[in-house]
């Protein structure tokens, strides 16, 4: 498994962790990444978009609630809601992840995780988000301005 499938598999675990038990949960986080992983470059990316998730968790969900029509955040499945969380802070945050990635990635968290009709939801969901990101930009305007830490870097994507 590459390492950065692997670091969002651990975030999507942590995000679930922190989802049912509480923000009290966010500490736990580099003790969690010591117990379950022991590669250092997979624990930081990890790291990065757990942290990066939930400091801009507000901005996100208003943004997955935007386009899922007929769906409540709360009361979508905790592992769907918390893929799509993960992919749309890499979508609407991180510039060095192509948004095809991004999506892929999360497609695969789904169908591994969830239900069979994950896939498909999850994909159609960040689908729109990628399009009204990409809109907004051409307008010149931020979509992902919602109460998040905002991160562009300019990285190569090794490991995607």
């Not at 390492?3 to 966010?26: I, N, P, S």
């Not at 580099?30 to 250092?40: G, I, S, T």
């Not at 890499?90 to 069979?116: F, M, Q, W």
């Not at 999850?122 to 301005?145: F, Q, W």
Request: aromatic letters at 4%.
């Amino acid at each position: 498994m590459k390492k950065r499938t692997r670091a969002r598999e651990l975030a999507l675990q942590f995000l679930y962790q922190v989802d049912l038990l509480g923000e009290t949960k966010a500490d736990d986080l580099a003790e969690f990444l010591r117990e379950e992983e022991r590669d250092a470059e997979t624990c930081r990316f990890a790291k990065r978009i757990v942290t990066g998730t939930l400091s801009a968790q507000t901005g996100i969900d208003s943004e997955i609630q935007v386009v899922a029509q007929n769906w409540q955040i709360s009361r979508m499945a905790v592992i769907d809601r918390n893929v799509l969380r993960l992919a749309a802070y890499e979508l609407l945050h991180c510039d060095d992840i192509p948004p095809k990635v991004a999506i892929n990635e999360a497609i695969e968290l789904g169908k591994r995780y969830s239900t069979s009709n994950s896939g498909a939801f999850i994909n159609g969901i960040l689908d729109k988000i990628k399009n009204n990101h990409a809109a907004n930009d051409d307008e010149g305007t931020d979509v992902a301005d919602g109460g998040g830490v905002e991160e562009k870097t300019v990285q190569a994507s090794e490991g995607d």
